[in-house]
C-alpha cells in the first residue's frame, strides 16, 4: 500500500507566505508525477503545479511567478513555496503522485488534503 500525507496547511494574510509538504511513503518503487492540486468551495480541483522525474515543471497560470514547487527524491517528498499569496488562493490543497509499485502496478494515490486560507 501507499501512503500520501500533506503538510503545512494554515490561515495566512495577503501577501504572506505558506510551505506545504507532502510524503510518499509504503510499497512505491519509483515515482514518476508529484503534484499539487487545488479545490475551492463550490469548484472543480485544478491542478496548482505538477514535477516530473525527468525534472520537468508546470505551474497554472494564476500562481505562476508566485509559487515554486521541489522534490527530495530521497525522502520522496514534493514541496509548495507559496508567496504573495491573495484570498483566491483559498482551497484545500491535494498532494497526487503518480508511481510504480514493487509489483509492477503503477498507480496514482491523493492525500487527505490540507487547508489553506488567505483572509485578512
Known amino acids: 500500500q501507499v501512503q500520501v500525507v500533506e503538510s503545512g496547511g494554515g490561515l495566512v494574510q495577503p501577501g504572506g507566505s505558506l510551505r506545504l509538504s507532502c510524503a510518499a511513503s509504503?510499497?512505491?518503487?519509483?515515482?514518476?508525477?508529484m503534484g499539487w492540486y487545488r479545490q475551492a468551495p463550490g469548484k472543480q480541483r485544478e491542478l496548482v503545479a505538477a514535477?516530473?522525474?525527468?525534472?520537468?515543471?508546470n505551474y497554472a497560470d494564476s500562481v505562476k511567478g508566485r509559487f515554486a514547487i521541489s522534490r527530495d527524491n530521497a525522502k520522496k517528498t514534493v514541496y509548495l513555496q507559496m508567496n504573495s499569496l491573495k484570498p483566491e488562493d483559498t482551497a484545500v490543497y491535494y498532494c497526487?503522485?503518480?508511481?510504480?509499485?514493487?509489483?509492477?502496478?503503477?498507480?496514482?494515490?491523493w492525500g487527505q488534503g490540507t487547508q489553506v486560507t488567505v483572509s485578512s
Open positions: 514535477s516530473t522525474s525527468g525534472g520537468g515543471t
Open positions: 497526487n503522485v503518480d508511481c510504480l509499485k514493487f509489483n509492477n502496478q503503477r498507480a496514482s494515490y
Open positions: 509504503g510499497s512505491i518503487f519509483t515515482i514518476y508525477t
